[in-house]
């Protein structure tokens, strides 16, 4: 059923069947009457008001129901059963409750109030389920028989008009249990449900000859030749697909499964459910859903409990399972229909990649995070306005700030206890005793940034002034297998930090930052689709670094880590919105803007090509804008000056970088071909540009990045500058300046460990993010 958790807005909000249901409600009359009159009428955009006064009742009724209305939709209009008194008790939805609503004592109750169950009954639950606070282990699943591993992942789902599967992962070895609460929401589970119900609607469309398909690889049939299809052929693609996890198939429905049909050890002996018929499945053991849940509940209970255990298990993941539903139910209605097969992507850790053991020494204690704790917003403030000017009195800063001189005074006597501050010598005053001016002490702070790159990964140490201490670059190649990828980012930080050893304080160590080419999911800490780097999609790169290191380590898009460096390190010329043009293997863009990074809902804000494309008018047959040559600068401006006539050496076209620095110097010289080129992808890039500045309306740009060098620097500031001036829609309201980097040939390295600093020292409204956070 569609999701009618929305808020209530003006006519036509309502989806047509919900508004069907409201009215006959309202024609029945009784209780239901008033409540679909109150969702009616306020679909129709009447205040409470005017809606108390049309049906007689009081504001705060109208109020609740409208509540009740976006929070449960048309369930929660309904009656509710007496609490303690419910007919029946579905263990796997009290278990779905409890872990998307908050925890701890306070969650049973609503759970209890909410379902009509008495706290005792949630609690018994919870504690089957192992969900309680006070529990070491991880929860437990009590299939028929339970599952036998503590940390359990949800792997994948089978469906074909026979049957329903889902493939559970367990690892014996539990990991601590995620905090960070679970990533996945209501929202999310009811668009499962639906794609579900699309899928099951379709699935009796099937023929016969499809249906013997399903079950020509059941187990304890004949082997059919047919190598993927059939059940036992899902699981044996799914063993070879996870060597290192222990797999589970578990029933969620068999339409040919007697229930009851167990044996000693609770393992079904039906003919029909899943078993290990081939050798590949050998590995998979078979369970049955707990005996007081539907297969409904229980589905969305697993993946409330992986979501919640695990922050890999993103929204992502489950969004490419709802996808996959809905694939299979928009599928041909003639002819062969294949069945539901979804297995998600490796989870952290599972790379074949040993991890240290407990207790082992991993690395120093860099874990000081907690040494330089904030405590209020105006300390933020004030280390804001000092990192800005550089320089600066108390009573600059009182004046600046707006707190009081006696609030500013206190502050910065605690800042510079704490060796955040220190004093610089004493200014004279016209009237009065001299003032002594104050600012941030650079080696109070430090960080680590490391920038992955498809040819190059670079890490670098920087303090709180944006200095570079350390540096060290390391070449790697596309093809290298993702754990011995993963070893050699972490080898290349840890010799980076021994390095700078003598120069950074332990306990001002504050954390690590990386940089990776996009799209990312920061939620799940997950590279998806890097460009050049097809070896490394899917990567849940972030938890799996964060086994080498004790300390917070944060992961950032590229081009969002660059104008995170642009604005810590510009200071003042940095202090308003910009959009910084990040030139690497492709083209990204960074956003500054009302004080703060804008990263956007999935942290994938700025990605540039499609705007060039759509801006140049170059799209596909389907309306699909095209993938831009012009935004992969390394590769378009070598090919364009071969093509304008230019002849490169040997060793300039042996890489697209060592042939991009040679047209550029070429440029630079005067070559005709060399300088042609980089204008028109300098030109390409401005059309982007234009559609921000008409898009954000800001006056500045900022251009950076490894292929924005000193040669080619001139071409891309003037086409872009010239672009972004003479064609926007406001140019009479502004001029847009744009600007190179303040930040060196490693801007997203230093940009990735500045991200630290600013994650730590940033004021929010909205809640101050600690260097381990995400706002």
Not at 32 to 57: K, M, P
Not at 723 to 752: D, K, M, Y
């Amino acid at each position: 059923m569609p999701d009618a958790r929305t808020n209530v807005g003006p006519s036509g909000s309502l989806p047509p069947e919900h508004r069907t249901v409201l009215r006959r409600w309202a024609e029945e009359g009784g209780q239901l009457a008033t409540r679909a009159n109150v969702v009616l009428l306020a679909a129709d955009g009447l205040r409470d008001a005017e809606i108390s006064r049309r049906l007689g009742v009081s504001r705060q009724t109208v109020g609740s129901w409208r509540q009740r209305w976006t929070s449960g939709g048309l369930d929660g209009l309904g009656h509710r059963p007496r609490t303690g008194r419910p007919a029946t008790v579905d263990e796997a939805e009290v278990v779905t409750r409890t872990l998307l609503a908050p925890g701890g004592s306070g969650a049973s109750r609503a759970v209890a109030r909410e379902l009509g169950l008495s706290h005792a009954t949630v609690a018994g639950i919870r504690r089957r389920w192992r969900l309680t606070p006070d529990e070491a282990s991880a929860p437990s699943v009590p299939t028929r028989p339970p599952l036998p591993g503590a940390d359990v992942w949800v792997m994948g789902l089978y469906v074909d008009p026979l049957r329903a599967v889902l493939l559970a992962g367990t690892r014996q070895r539990a990991r601590p249990q995620a905090t960070a609460g679970t990533v996945i929401g209501p929202d999310l589970l009811a668009g499962l449900d639906r794609a579900m119900d699309a899928a099951l609607t379709a699935a009796p469309a099937w023929r016969t000859g499809d249906l013997e398909r399903a079950a020509g690889k059941g187990p304890g049939e004949e082997e059919t030749g047919n190598e993927t299809a059939g059940i036992a052929g899902y699981l044996a693609e799914a063993s070879r697909g996870h060597p290192d996890l222990d797999l589970h198939a578990i029933t969620l429905w068999d339409t040919a499964v007697v229930p009851a049909s167990f044996d000693a050890d609770g393992v079904p002996r039906s003919p029909h459910s899943p078993g290990a018929a081939r050798p590949d499945a050998r590995r998979v053991t078979h369970h049955h859903i707990p005996v007081r849940s539907t297969w409904r509940s229980f589905l969305r209970a697993m993946i409330a409990l992986d979501s919640t255990s695990h922050p890999e298990s993103s929204r992502r993941v489950y969004l490419d399972l709802a996808a996959e539903l809905d694939r299979y139910a928009a599928g041909p209605q003639e002819g062969p229909r294949t069945a539901v097969r979804w297995l998600r992507e490796n989870v952290a850790g599972h790379l074949g990649a040993d991890r240290p053991a407990a207790g082992a020494v991993r690395h120093q204690a860099w874990s000081g995070v907690n040494q330089i704790d904030l405590g209020s917003f105006n300390e933020c403030v004030v280390i804001e306005t000092v990192r800005l000017s550089g320089t600066i009195t108390r009573g600059e800063i009182a004046h600046r700030t707006g707190l009081t001189q006696q609030s500013v005074s206190r502050i910065a006597r605690s800042l510079l206890d704490r060796g955040i501050l220190i004093e610089d010598a004493q200014r004279r005053a016209t009237s009065g005793k001299p003032r002594t001016p104050v600012r941030l002490s650079g080696t109070a702070a430090h960080a680590l940034g490391i920038h992955i790159d498809p040819e190059v990964l670079t890490a670098v140490v920087i303090d709180l002034d944006g200095a570079i201490v350390r540096t060290r670059t390391r070449p790697v190649t596309a093809d290298i297998n993702p754990a011995e990828f993963v070893e050699r980012v972490a080898s290349l930080g840890r010799e980076t930090l021994a390095e700078a050893r003598g120069a950074v304080r332990e306990d001002g160590f504050l954390g690590i930052g990386v940089a990776v080419p996009g799209p990312v999911d920061i939620a799940s800490g997950t590279v998806l689709g890097p460009p050049l780097m097809s070896a490394w999609g899917d990567l849940p790169l972030l938890y799996l670094l964060k086994d080498h290191f004790p300390c917070p380590v944060i992961m950032e898009k590229d081009s969002t880590a660059a104008a995170a460096g642009e604005r810590w390190i510009g200071r003042e010329r940095r202090a308003r919105d910009f959009a910084y043009l990040y030139l690497g293997t492709g083209v990204g863009t960074g956003l500054y803007l009302n004080g703060d990074l804008y990263r956007g809902i999935s942290a994938n804000a700025g990605e540039f090509g499609q705007l060039c494309a759509i801006a140049l008018g170059r799209v596909d047959k389907d309306g699909r804008p095209e993938i831009l040559p012009e935004c992969n600068p390394p590769v378009s401006v070598p090919d364009l000056a071969v093509r304008g006539g230019m002849r490169l050496t040997p060793a300039a076209a042996s890489g697209s970088t060592a042939a991009y620095l040679a047209v550029g110097e070429a440029a630079a010289a005067g070559d005709p071909a060399a300088a042609a080129a980089v204008r028109e992808v300098a030109q390409a890039v401005g059309r982007g540009a234009l559609g921000l500045i008409d898009l954000l309306d800001i006056d500045l740009i900022v251009l950076g990045g490894p292929f924005f060098t000193e040669d080619v620097a001139g071409f891309y500031v003037d086409e872009i500058a010239r672009t972004v001036n003479e064609f926007p829609t406001a140019r009479r309201l502004r001029r847009v300046e744009v600007e190179p980097s303040v930040l060196s040939a490693q801007a997203a390295a230093v940009g990735a460990a500045s991200t630290i600093f600013h994650a730590t020292f940033t004021p929010r409204l909205r809640g101050r993010g600690g260097a381990g956070r995400r706002d």
